[in-house]
């Protein structure tokens, strides 16, 4: 293993959502030893369920191309809903803070549809990252035991880039557009696409690289029964 992966906790504490690519691509090798990290996710009877698709160099620029489109024609085709107004509280209110956060340290104004329209867009040019990864999954009765497993396998590549001083982003929009992603990749209708991470060298100069999310107290989260 390379000397510079770094302390689990270091490692755990420093990993953030970048929205801010450098466009230089991670090395082949790197590449591979990444997604071979995230094999050990764990899953439920290890049954493995994440079905990942990695695009980048011509073939990202096309696929953004096509999100770009889906986006302007408002073309959707979730695999799986998600609004934020159906969260109770405190959820709700969480999410609203947090965009609100996002846009504040973007400059953006509250009012400034235009800006936050193009915000939403930098979404679908992947933050400019030299690579994206689509995670679908298989359809499994509510679905909802397939998805914490990709949750698992997901957070344990982000780790993974974290370790090695790259970084990603998890995006729930890519997942809007699941058709376009199927027939750009020729990807089978039996495969949902939950989301997608954007994912490469952070740009350290980028507005956004400064932006970063704090978390409510351990006691807010979790009792202890002893
Ligand atoms: C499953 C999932 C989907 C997300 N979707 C988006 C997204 O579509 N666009 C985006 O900019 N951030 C997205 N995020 C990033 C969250 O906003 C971010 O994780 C949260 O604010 C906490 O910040 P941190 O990741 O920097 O710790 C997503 C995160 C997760 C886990």
Not at 145 to 161: E, F, N, S
Not at 166 to 187: K, N
Request: glycine residues 8%.
């Amino acid at each position: 293993m390379s000397s510079c992966v770094r302390s689990f906790q270091d490692v755990v504490r420093s990993r953030h959502s970048v929205r801010g690519f450098l466009p230089s691509p991670i090395p082949r090798n790197e590449l591979e030893e990444l997604f071979q990290e995230a094999q050990y996710a764990p899953s439920n009877c290890n049954t493995q369920p994440w079905n990942v698709h990695v695009v980048g160099a011509d073939k990202l620029k096309r696929l953004s191309d096509a999100l770009v489109e889906a986006l302007a024609q408002e073309h959707y085709s979730p695999d799986f809903s998600f609004d934020t107004h159906d969260y109770p509280p405190p959820y709700k209110q969480r999410a609203a803070d947090q965009g609100g956060r996002y846009y504040q340290a973007l400059g953006v104004a509250r009012g400034d549809s235009l800006s936050r329209a193009e915000v939403v867009a930098r979404n679908v040019r992947f933050f400019g990252a030299p690579h994206v990864a689509f995670l679908f999954m298989p359809a499994v009765g509510d679905n909802v035991r397939v998805a914490a497993d990709v949750g698992m396998y997901a957070q344990t590549l982000l780790l993974a880039l974290a370790a090695r001083g790259y970084a990603g982003v998890p995006q729930t929009i890519l997942g809007s557009f699941a058709e376009t992603v199927r027939h750009a990749l020729g990807v089978s209708d039996d495969l949902k696409l939950l989301f997608g991470i954007s994912f490469g060298v952070p740009d350290d100069s980028h507005a956004s690289s400064g932006y970063r999310e704090g978390r409510i107290a351990v006691e807010e989260s979790v009792v202890w029964h002893e």
